[in-house]
């Protein structure tokens, strides 16, 4: 059976709270960093999923084969995974709200699980439907974040 990011996303929240369960009071200072990531993950995640939706084009994680359009633009120029890089982001958000370095662990394991389980098969079925195209893409875009999302003089145009 596999497993949907999203809920995979909501197992890291949940074994968070499990390994932190006296974690101390969130500061302002925590607080204002946690809701500021949070929103930005998701508007990240939300721009790419809007954007998917307006191409007219498949966000179904487990049928990447049937996917219409190859995205490239908008958060997916930053990121060849901003729905995934959002759910990481609000993970990592929750970690600093929680003010504990073991909230980390569902964080990486979250990455480390959608990155081996996940976006290798997507990234299959991608190459397979859009061949040439999707490896300019995927030689330009980084696969989560790096400087690529934040330099655009160093970011190739796809």
């Known amino acids: 059976m596999r497993v949907p990011p999203p809920l995979w996303a909501l197992a890291a929240a949940l074994?968070?709270?499990a390994l932190t369960p006296g974690a101390p009071t969130p500061t302002a200072r925590r607080t204002g960093a946690a809701i500021t990531i949070a929103l930005a993950s998701t508007a990240l995640a939300g721009a790419s999923a809007n954007q998917f939706r307006r191409r007219g084009?498949?966000?179904e994680p487990f049928h990447p084969d049937r996917a219409s359009v190859l995205v490239t633009t908008g958060a997916n120029s930053i990121s060849r995974n901003p729905m995934?890089?959002?759910?990481?982001g609000l993970l990592a958000a929750n970690a600093i709200r929680r003010?504990?370095?073991?909230?980390?662990?569902?964080?990486a394991g979250f990455v480390a699980t959608i990155d081996r389980l996940q976006i290798t098969t997507e990234e299959s079925a991608l190459k397979a439907r859009f061949g040439a195209d999707y490896e300019i893409y995927r030689a330009t875009v980084p696969r989560w974040l790096d400087h690529r999302s934040v330099i655009p003089s160093r970011r190739p145009s796809v």
Do not use: E, K
């Open 15 to 17: 074994a968070q709270r």
């Open 99 to 107: 003010g504990s370095w073991a909230a980390l662990l569902p964080l």
């Open 84 to 88: 995934y890089v959002g759910m990481a």
């Open 57 to 59: 084009t498949t966000v």
